[in-house]
């Protein structure tokens, strides 16, 4: 069901929860007839004194303009998180909002924006707003895309162009790969660390994906190539 939806998303994927090994987690789902017309993974966060909060990162998935649907499976986790001794759940689905052109931003909504809030706010949930801060938000609002087209290369800036030609000149090869990589692409992360001084993921945390997420998971490198070349007539070879 997950796969065929228009709002699947991998972070509501079976495997998720083991990437998320730190959380606890529940498959929740609802069906008619033997058809499964919601699913949602929740994580679960353990607090103190017996306490805890879920968190459905990306879902639930299911048809957000079906109300009585969307009223139910939110009545039932409730009543199971009650029983949990749940404070809070959190959601945040993968609703598609909003386009724009990187260099014209706007603020119009799609018509049916306001039918979700509607449905989530009759559910006694509370909207954050359209937040522009990424520490208001667990999961990124924004999301940058290029399309891919016939004759692509022709419309692209100038400076994409003279960076693409740069790449070229300098001989940059693009290697991609899964755990015969990993190694090298923990190296470069501890060094990106150090550099910048930021905490990223580790090699175990890649390592995970990889490995529940074998059929679509991948490492690319851009490796800067060494090329050897003799001079003539010196007897001498010259590396660069």
Not at 77 to 90: H, T
Not at 169 to 198: A, C, M, P, W, Y
Request: aromatic share 14%.
């Amino acid at each position: 069901m997950c796969e065929k939806n228009e709002y699947c998303n991998l972070l509501q994927s079976y495997n998720w929860a083991k990437v998320k090994s730190n959380w606890d987690h529940m498959y929740t789902g609802v069906y008619k007839d033997n058809v499964l017309f919601a699913t949602g993974l929740v994580l679960i966060k353990r607090l103190p004194l017996s306490f805890c909060m879920y968190y459905l990162p990306r879902g639930p998935i299911m048809d957000y303009r079906d109300n009585v649907l969307v009223q139910y499976y939110f009545d039932q986790l409730k009543k199971v998180a009650k029983k949990e001794y749940c404070i809070f759940i959190k959601f945040d689905p993968a609703i598609h909002v909003n386009d724009y052109d990187s260099k014209s931003y706007n603020t119009n909504r799609y018509e049916d924006t306001d039918t979700y809030l509607k449905i989530f706010k009759s559910c006694k949930a509370i909207h954050h707003g359209y937040t522009m801060s990424i520490a208001d938000t667990v999961q990124p609002r924004f999301q940058s895309n290029v399309y891919s087209y016939e004759n692509i290369e022709e419309t692209l800036p100038k400076h994409t162009k003279r960076l693409i030609k740069d790449a070229e000149r300098r001989n940059v090869q693009i290697i991609h790969g899964q755990g015969e990589l990993l190694d090298e692409f923990s190296r470069l992360v501890e060094l990106t660390e150090s550099r910048k001084g930021v905490a990223l993921r580790d090699k175990e945390y890649f390592k995970t994906l990889l490995e529940n997420y074998s059929e679509g998971s991948v490492i690319f490198f851009s490796d800067l190539q060494r090329i050897s070349i003799r001079s003539r007539g010196k007897g001498k070879e010259d590396t660069a």
